[in-house]
């Protein structure tokens, strides 16, 4: 007879370990134990953890602070979170649908560098164009570049079996040193020895909007962003194509017995990647910020490794992973002031969640098994 699944009486088990719940569960089981571990960390270090983690909240406009400046308050800042979270969310979503089709899309960092600087240098500096006219023009450019430079890499991959990991590290460093030298040679700006300033026209982050008392930024492809998450959600899992890219990544030979063209696949799960990538490029780079640094690659593109494996590379839970790597983040500067903890324990809690989050099948995998044998 057929093994049955013994009713579990333990509710910790019932969560963890019921496949129905262990998309949303375990992620958050893993962001527990490593506040827990974090706080651990902070008090062995001699400061008070609850104070330590209020600072980090009250950095991100997550929790209000004591005191603001003139026409600053706790919207302000955390609108200000959202703007960094925006190209933290479409980048997390490129390295979500590679992983989905068994790929590793680490070149993220590379297509936000290249789609940002061909975006700023075409439109970025064109003050005579509608800022209508420019500002989807500079998104039609991320969108372009970035998919161009992922089919590239899936070209690369079915065509000479080049590992898309080492042919995406490679792309980094080519667009990186040769970003870096047309900045320095044609477009630095002599002050802040970094790329000029994109005019306002272009840019994909509303500055100074005075709104009631507060003078703050307006992330316009915020809700854009949202959306796009919600549309590869459905994509993913309600379309054939979304249905074939999950099969590659399960078994590709399985996937080409079954009949998917897995190698005009691979190319396309990487262009859609890449377009993401760019996504994330021009909101970053015209958005959040207005230049470029010259020889250095955006930080983000290698977060959201770590964002999409803590949302499970499930296109909602990605969403609010982003967010809270973006809190953790941004608000480490001010838990330093407010409490002594050095900045670098933000990037440690970031680190602990995302071994935890690393560790999310081997978990999903104990836990179901406690759950199918009723907890014992």
């Known amino acids: 007879m057929p093994n049955k699944t013994v009713k579990n009486k333990n509710p910790i088990f ?35 953890p609850i104070l330590a983690l209020k600072g980090l909240m009250q ?9 603001y400046a003139a026409y600053q308050g706790q919207v302000t800042d955390f609108m200000e979170t959202l703007d960094i979270m925006t190209p933290m969310l479409f980048a997390a979503l490129a390295v979500s649908i590679a992983m989905k089709g068994g790929l ?8 936000m560098l290249i789609s940002g600087f061909v975006a700023t240098i075409t439109i970025g500096y064109a003050k005579e164009l509608n800022p209508f006219i420019s500002k989807t023009l500079v998104v ?75 003078k703050m930024r307006i ?22 194509q979304g249905f074939e890219i999950s099969a590659i990544g399960l078994n590709q030979n399985a996937a080409l017995y079954a009949g998917i063209k897995v190698n005009h696949r691979i190319i396309m ?50 969403i609010f992973s982003s967010l809270l790597i973006t809190i953790i983040d941004r608000g480490g500067t001010y838990m330093r002031s407010v409490s002594g903890v050095e900045q670098e324990i933000a990037a440690v809690i970031s680190g602990i969640i995302l071994l935890f989050s690393a560790m999310s099948s081997y978990m999903k995998e104990v836990f179901g098994a406690r759950y199918r044998k009723g907890g014992k």
């Open 14 to 48: 019932n969560l963890l370990g019921n496949p129905k719940y262990q998309f949303i569960s375990i992620p958050i089981f893993a962001v527990i134990i490593s506040l827990i571990l974090s706080a651990i960390i902070i008090f062995l270090l001699g400061q008070n």
């Open 59 to 67: 950095g991100a406009g997550a929790l209000p602070k004591d005191n």
């Open 104 to 111: 590793f899309n680490i070149g993220v960092s590379g297509q």
């Open 140 to 214: 039609i450019i991320g969108i372009i570049l970035g998919s161009l430079v992922g089919a590239l890499i899936g070209f690369l991959k079915v065509k000479f079996n080049i590992s898309e990991v080492v042919s995406s590290i490679m792309l980094n460093y080519i667009f990186q040193y040769v970003i870096s030298f047309f900045i320095i040679t044609q477009y630095v700006d002599p002050v802040t020895r970094q790329s000029r300033v994109i005019g306002e026209n272009a840019r994909l982050t509303l500055m100074n909007v005075e709104i009631g008392p507060y």
């Open 219 to 240: 992330p316009i492809f915020f809700v854009i962003a949202i959306l796009v998450a919600i549309f590869m959600h459905f994509y993913m899992n309600r379309t054939d």
């Open 269 to 318: 799960i990487m262009a859609i990647s890449g377009a993401l990538a760019g996504l994330a490029g021009v909101t970053f780079y015209l958005g959040y910020r207005a230049s470029i640094f010259p020889n250095q690659l955006s930080s983000i593109g290698f977060d959201s490794i770590a964002v999409s494996l803590l949302g499970n590379n499930n296109p909602i839970g990605i």
